[in-house]
């Protein structure tokens, strides 16, 4: 499984940016792709994730009805659009993948990992 991360940048606040995560490789071992983000002298946290063969999506309370993760099975790649943006939200920005069903919240439980991308939001 590869993962390609791609779409970081330097925006203001409250403005919007979206990510994509291009996927390839063997589908039954990606069917949850989850973006992590982490800032500078923080741990890495779960932003939210979807689970490519029932669509289901899950978001960290700090994102929640602001960050919308969607998905195209013709492109396989996985978008993380976030609106509203706030300072809060710079970080490098990464996407994982892992079998299973079940979007976990621990980095180690995720098998493969993407490059980074950044993301700096300013006041």
């Known amino acids: 499984v590869q993962l390609q991360a791609s779409g970081g940048g330097q925006v203001q606040a409250g403005d919007s940016l979206r990510l994509s995560c291009a996927a390839s490789?063997?589908?039954?071992?990606?069917?949850?792709v989850a973006w992590f983000r982490q800032a500078p002298g923080k741990e890495r946290v779960l932003v939210g994730g979807i689970v490519w063969s029932d669509d289901r999506t899950d978001y960290s309370d700090s994102v929640k009805g602001r960050f919308t993760i969607s998905k195209d099975d013709a492109e396989n790649t996985v978008y993380l659009q976030m609106d509203s943006l706030k300072p809060a939200d710079t970080a490098v920005y990464y996407c994982?993948?892992?079998?299973?069903?079940?979007?976990?919240?621990?980095?180690?439980?995720?098998?493969?990992w993407g490059k980074g991308t950044q993301v700096t939001v300013s006041s």
């Open positions: 490789g063997r589908t039954s071992s990606r069917n949850v």
């Open positions: 994982s993948a892992r079998a299973g069903a079940t979007i976990y919240r621990a980095p180690a439980l995720y098998n493969f």
